[in-house]
C-alpha cells in the first residue's frame, strides 16, 4: 500500500484503504429473508473491506461466503447495538442501550472499551490507536467533545469544538465544525492537550465530506462550489483545487494509489489526489439505469466499480469497457452493499440479504 494515504473513516471505517478480492462472476449465489429484523434500523457496514451486518435488535453479524443462519446465535454476537462512528485500524464502534461502546472488527469478538454516561442516541465516538476514545456528545442544549482513555474511563480534556466527520492525522484530530456559530470551519485539535493547532474559516465546508489524507495534504469534498480542496495538515493552508468537470451529489471511493472514484447515473470521475488533477471523465452509454444514489460505490482488487441505482438494479464498470457498465443483477430496492469472501453483498430495503458471486 501506498504511504501518506489514508482513507476518512467514513469510507471504510478505518486508516487503511482495502480493496478486497470479488469473483469474477457475479449471479445470486443466495437470499436470505432477515426474518424478525426490524429492518430499517439494519446496517451494512464495510470494516477492514469485509462486509457486517448490524441491528439495533439482533446484534452483530459477520458476512461470508456462505448464507448466513439467522434463526441461532451462531457466529452472530447477540447484543443489540446500534453504529456510533469507526475505529483505527479498521473498525468499528457501536453502542448496547445501555451506553457501553464497543470496538468492532471482523475476526475478533467485540471488545468492551468504555461506558458513556449519555443516552446512546446522543453519542458519536472514534476509537483511536493507543487505547484512546474521541467521544462527542450532543443534545439539543449542550455539546462537547471528550478524549477518553479506555483503560480507566478517565477524560484527559474537553473542548466545546464538536467536528462531524473528524480525521485523526498524527497527533492532531482535523474535522469541519458541527456546530454553530462557527459551523463549516475547519478545524485542528492536539490530540493531546484538546487545544486548536489550526482554524480555516469556511462556512462553504458545511455539509462537506473530508475524503482523505494524501501525502500530508487533507481533501474536502466542496459540494457547494463543486470541486475537491486540498489543505495542509500541518497549517490549514489551501494547497490545492481540483475543479469537477460535471456535479456529482455522490461521494467516492479511494484506492490504494490515492486515486478518488466518483461514479453515478452520468458516468465516471476519477481524481489522482497525489496529482491533484482529474485523469478521468467517461459518460457512459448504458440505457435503463435509474438515480444512482441509493449506495456508495465500492471497488474490488482488480479495479471494478460497484454501483446500484434506485430501482435495485446493480451494475460493475470494468475498466478495459467504462463506457458501458454491465447490468448483473436486479435486487429489492439496495440500502447498502458489500464484500465478503468473493461475494458481493446487498441490503434491501426490505431486509432481503442477497449474494453475488461465482457457483459455489
Keep these: 500500500m501506498q504511504t501518506g494515504v489514508i482513507v476518512a473513516p467514513k469510507y471504510d471505517m ?8 470479488l469473483d469474477a462472476l457475479l449471479t445470486v449465489a443466495w437470499q436470505v429473508p432477515l ?7 439494519a446496517r ?3 470494516v477492514s473491506g469485509v462486509a457486517m451486518l448490524t441491528s439495533s435488535e439482533h446484534g452483530v453479524l459477520a458476512l461470508g461466503a456462505a448464507p448466513p443462519d439467522l434463526r441461532s446465535d451462531a457466529g452472530r454476537w447477540p ?13 468499528l464502534m457501536v453502542v448496547d442501550n445501555s451506553g457501553m461502546v464497543y470496538r468492532l472488527s471482523p475476526e475478533r469478538p467485540p471488545m468492551p472499551v468504555w461506558e458513556s454516561t449519555e443516552h446512546p442516541d446522543e453519542v458519536d465516538v472514534v476509537g483511536l490507536p493507543g487505547g484512546r476514545l474521541l467521544a462527542s456528545c450532543f443534545d439539543d442544549s449542550w455539546s462537547e467533545t471528550q478524549l477518553v482513555e479506555e483503560a480507566t474511563g478517565h477524560i484527559v480534556w474537553r473542548s466545546p469544538v464538536v467536528q462531524a466527520p473528524v480525521m485523526p492525522v498524527g497527533d492532531q484530530l482535523i474535522g469541519i465544525s458541527h456546530m454553530a ?17 489550526w482554524r480555516r474559516p469556511g462556512g462553504s465546508l458545511w455539509g462537506a465530506d473530508i475524503v482523505a489524507v494524501v501525502r500530508a495534504v487533507l ?29 456529482s451529489r455522490l461521494t467516492g471511493v479511494l484506492d490504494q494509489a490515492g486515486v478518488l472514484h466518483i461514479v453515478d447515473e452520468h458516468g465516471w470521475l476519477a481524481v489522482d489526489l ?15 439505469m435509474g438515480r444512482v444514489y441509493q449506495s456508495r460505490t465500492i471497488r474490488s482488487a482488480d479495479g471494478r466499480l460497484v454501483l446500484a441505482d434506485d430501482r435495485g438494479q446493480i451494475f460493475v464498470m470494468h475498466p478495459a469497457q467504462p463506457q458501458r457498465p454491465e447490468l448483473v443483477a436486479t435486487c429489492p430496492q439496495v440500502r447498502g452493499i458489500g464484500i465478503a469472501e468473493g461475494r ?17
Design 79 to 91: 447484543v443489540p447495538v446500534r453504529v456510533v462512528g469507526s475505529g483505527y485500524p479498521g473498525q
Design 44 to 46: 451494512l457496514d464495510s
Design 274 to 288: 497525489t496529482q491533484a488533477r482529474v485523469v478521468a471523465d467517461v459518460r457512459f452509454e448504458v440505457s435503463g
Design 35 to 41: 426474518t424478525g429484523f426490524y429492518t430499517r434500523e
Design 181 to 197: 456559530p462557527s459551523r463549516g470551519d475547519l478545524v485542528s485539535l492536539d490530540v493531546r492537550t484538546g487545544l486548536e493547532r
Design 219 to 247: 481533501w474536502v469534498d466542496d459540494r457547494i462550489n463543486n470541486q475537491l480542496v486540498g489543505f495542509s495538515v500541518d497549517s490549514g493552508r489551501p494547497m490545492a483545487r481540483v475543479a469537477l468537470p460535471r456535479t
Design 344 to 360: 458481493l453483498i446487498v441490503l434491501s430495503h426490505d431486509g432481503t440479504l442477497t449474494a453475488l458471486g461465482a457457483p459455489s
Design 14 to 21: 478505518g486508516q487503511a484503504v482495502v480493496d478486497r478480492p
